[in-house]
């Protein structure tokens, strides 16, 4: 092979087959030239992150020291999963299943997926003046707060709390009356009944 011959072959595009993705360097088996199926090619990846592409993804190979036995994949596209319309500047991260983490030209991060799992095991603070659930919100453990809780609403208007509830310190009101203060007028003994509080 004459060397501008081999030039020509330092690097080249073709269709991934097969995946494996068990050992330390991905490996890939690739149809490149006509006719040509390459096993084991290296697939070198950016440090802190890692994908499996789908079959028929587009790699582009470069040949170690010009050997076509020797291919690297250097990089990887699908170009159906891929993310389109981005404006300059804006990136985003993605797989195959529709799962995106877009961050746009205005600042925002935006993640768009089915469930979001955190495994935190220490824990997980959000540092921001204000957080909003649209929707339900569910504590399994131990729900406390610091600086006061209000609310409206509730199911029909209505709030439900089951258990015991333990309250120490300032005052406990409903409709107004403190209920640790509030007094009984024309008690009479017997089964009748006392006046509502006042």
């Known amino acids: 092979m004459n060397p501008l011959q081999k030039l020509r072959l330092m690097v080249a595009r073709g269709i991934v087959n097969l995946v494996n993705d068990a050992g330390g360097l991905q490996m890939l088996q690739i149809s490149a030239l006509d006719g040509e199926t390459r096993d084991e090619v290296e697939r070198v990846q950016n440090f802190g992150h890692t994908g499996n592409p789908p079959m028929a993804a587009t790699p582009i190979m470069v040949a170690v020291a010009g050997s076509r036995d020797h291919l690297v994949a250097v990089a990887v596209d699908h170009e159906d999963s891929r993310p389109k319309g981005?404006?300059?500047g804006e990136s985003a991260t993605y797989n195959a299943f529709g799962v995106l983490f877009k961050y746009d030209q205005d600042g925002?991060?935006?993640?768009t997926c089915k469930n979001l799992i955190v495994d935190a095991s220490e824990g997980i603070q959000f540092n921001t003046?204000?957080?909003?659930?649209?929707?339900?919100?569910t504590v399994n453990g131990l729900f406390s707060y610091k600086a006061g809780m209000s609310g409206s609403g509730g199911d029909g208007g209505k709030t439900t709390i089951s258990g015991d509830f333990t309250h120490s310190g300032g005052d406990l009101s409903s409709n107004g009356v403190v209920v640790h203060?509030?007094?009984h007028g024309h008690v009479t003994r017997g089964s009748e009944n006392t006046d509502s509080p006042t």
Not at 129 to 137: G, H, I, K
């Open 86 to 88: 981005l404006q300059p």
């Open 108 to 111: 925002n991060a935006t993640l």
């Open 129 to 137: 003046p204000l957080t909003n659930f649209s929707e339900m919100a």
């Open 181 to 183: 203060l509030h007094y």
